[in-house]
């Protein structure tokens, strides 16, 4: 999954709309672009949609519930469920701990509507909270239900109080790039993908480009999309360039001829088993790519 869409599920002209983008995943939202008097209205809507569009959509559909403390999980969950979506965000998520609390629930879902056990699969968001932050460790366990990890910075600035999340120059200040850094950790940890946050600037693609080269350069391999006017940009910029895969299909092709090898010579440069390990990640992307489109 590179690109992940946002759509209001109280907004059935958005839903059409977010159908119609190029995005990898469509992302109905009940939680933060839903207010509490269309949240039951939104649950219905998200159904319908998910029901009627499954089956021809090329994007996976995943809903993003409220958090497990606010009181309206079980709400979300036993609507969206019965139109078996592909996934389930979490967010406000506090360690594996609550992707368990989560699976769980899930588990029991499945069986009371005829869906495969483990067939739903989990998305959280690991940092919108200082409990979320610090229990980025857990993720080494790891979950079977784990599609990848995110990460959020409005409502960690809400948490600890920061008037913003940016300096005067639009860089994260440091708590943000923490939190950034240990999502990035707990997907390794996880083995799993880590998607980059929002850009909420979305009429400035300049800066949404910068923002997801950086974000590829550092290891997540997608990006979330607020508005279907990112989707271009962010697919374009976590697909491996054709420069990237001649490399890594030559570099694998390098380490094979050695009779691999722990280490070879190529052009002049060494490379050894963890630069193996990166081509062949860059290769299994390009591979997933093709498969989703
Ligand atoms: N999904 C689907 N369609 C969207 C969309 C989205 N996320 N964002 C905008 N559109 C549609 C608009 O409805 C509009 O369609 P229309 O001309 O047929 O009415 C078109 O794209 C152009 O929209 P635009 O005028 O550029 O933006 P806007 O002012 O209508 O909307 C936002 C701006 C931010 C309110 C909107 O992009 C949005 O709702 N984003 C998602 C918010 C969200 O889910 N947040 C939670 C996660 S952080
Ligand atoms: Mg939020």
């Known amino acids: 999954m590179r690109s992940l869409l946002f759509v209001p599920g109280d907004s059935e002209r958005k839903l059409e709309k977010g159908f119609t983008s ?98 739903t699969r989990i998305l959280p968001i690991v940092s919108e909270t200082a409990a979320g932050v610090f229990a980025a460790a857990s993720f080494g366990r790891g979950s079977p239900r784990l599609s990848a990890v995110t990460w959020g910075a409005e409502d960690l600035s809400a948490a600890i109080g920061a008037r913003a999340t940016r300096d005067d120059q639009g860089r994260y200040t440091d708590v943000f790039r923490l939190a950034r850094s240990l999502t990035l950790l707990a997907a390794s940890a996880a083995d799993t993908a880590a998607i980059d946050t929002v850009f909420v600037d979305f009429r400035n693609e300049p800066g949404l480009r910068a923002e997801c080269l950086e974000a590829e350069r550092d290891g997540f391999t997608g990006k979330m999309a607020i508005h279907p006017d990112q989707v271009a940009v962010i697919n374009e910029a976590f697909t491996p360039s054709p420069e990237a895969l001649a490399e890594a299909r030559m570099v694998v092709e390098a380490f094979a001829a050695a009779g691999n090898l722990g280490v070879v010579g190529i052009g002049g440069k060494m490379f050894d088993r963890p630069h193996l390990r990166r081509a062949e990640r860059v290769l299994a992307r390009a591979r997933s790519t093709r498969l989703s489109e």
């Not at 993003?64 to 009181?71: M, Q």
């Not at 609390?101 to 495969?116: D, M, P, T, W, Y």
């Open 22 to 119: 190029a995005a990898d995943v469509i992302l109905i939202d009940l939680e933060d672009s839903v207010s509490p008097q269309n949240k039951a209205a939104a649950r219905g809507i998200a159904a319908t949609a998910i029901r009627e569009r499954r089956e021809n959509a090329k994007a996976a559909i995943y809903v993003r519930v409220n958090d497990l403390a606010s009181g309206l999980t079980d709400d979300d969950l036993a609507a969206v469920m019965a139109a078996a979506p592909d996934g389930i965000m979490l967010p406000k998520a506090e360690g594996l701990a609550d992707v368990e609390r989560l699976s769980v629930k899930l588990r029991v879902l499945e069986a009371e509507n005829g869906l495969a056990d483990g067939a």
